[in-house]
């Protein structure tokens, strides 16, 4: 049957402090990945990316974190805003022969409360 | 302004109609993608295209059909064939092939289609 009430994981963080988003991938060829920031309605915009021979970088307030011995994956936003407020999404191309073709996980709900 | 813009923003169907839903870009980018989102879940690819008059079915092509005469458009078309197509639709592009930061893909507003 069609599952009903699909619910994303929240996260609820209070204006000022830093945010961990997490995200696990499965597989271990997946060479590049991407944070997506999806507001209500809207189309994704890209955040931040990294490939899979750096393990760490760094935006403007956001730092992408990346262990690939665990197949792990994490977003830090700092000084969290209301505007931060969103569901955030990684992304991961499995692989250079996989060319474009983006494996999406299912997305955090970020709460920003003041 | 370079983008990627989708209409119609809203877009109600009848069962047994086909629709189709429009994206366009001019940002100058090789390759366009449709995807499927449904509430609480991740994008799902219909169709990409890496180049002009050349697409691939993505992981849930079926019920969904593309065109891509142009460079800047690729116009996706659900058919009465598919079975729950009440979804928001995305389109995005990238500037090219092969596994590089210019692979990031840009998203358009969206279009929800709702079947009555």
């Known amino acids: 049957g069609e599952s009903v009430g699909l619910h994303l994981p929240t996260l609820s963080v209070q204006e000022g402090d830093n945010s961990i988003i997490n995200c696990a991938y499965s597989n271990s060829a997946s060479d590049y990945f991407i944070w997506y920031k999806q507001e209500s309605g809207k189309g994704p915009q890209f955040i931040i990316d990294?490939?899979?021979?750096?393990d760490k970088r760094q935006g403007q307030r956001v730092t992408v974190l990346l262990n690939k011995t665990v197949k792990h994956l994490s977003l830090q936003i700092a000084a969290t805003q209301p505007g931060d407020s969103a569901v955030y999404f990684c992304a991961e191309i499995p692989g250079t022969d996989s060319w474009g073709k983006l494996q999406f996980g299912a997305g955090t709900q970020v709460v920003v409360t003041p | 302004d370079g983008g990627i813009t989708q209409s119609p923003k809203y877009l109600f169907r009848k069962e047994g109609q086909n629709v189709t839903l429009s994206c366009e870009q001019n940002l100058n980018h090789d390759a366009m993608y449709w995807y499927r989102q449904d509430p609480g879940q991740g994008l799902r690819l219909i169709y990409y295209?890496?180049?002009?008059?050349?697409?691939q079915k993505g992981d849930i092509a079926e019920g969904y059909s593309v065109s891509r005469e142009k460079k800047e458009s690729f116009p996706l078309t659900v058919t009465s064939a598919q079975k729950n197509p009440t979804a928001f639709y995305l389109c995005?592009?990238?500037?090219?092939?092969?596994?590089?930061?210019?692979?990031?893909?840009?998203f358009g507003p969206g279009t929800r289609l709702t079947v009555l």
């Open positions: 990294i490939r899979s021979n750096m």
């Open positions: 295209s890496q180049i002009v008059n050349d697409f």
């Open positions: 995005a592009s990238t500037l090219g092939q092969g596994a590089s930061s210019r692979d990031t893909q840009y």
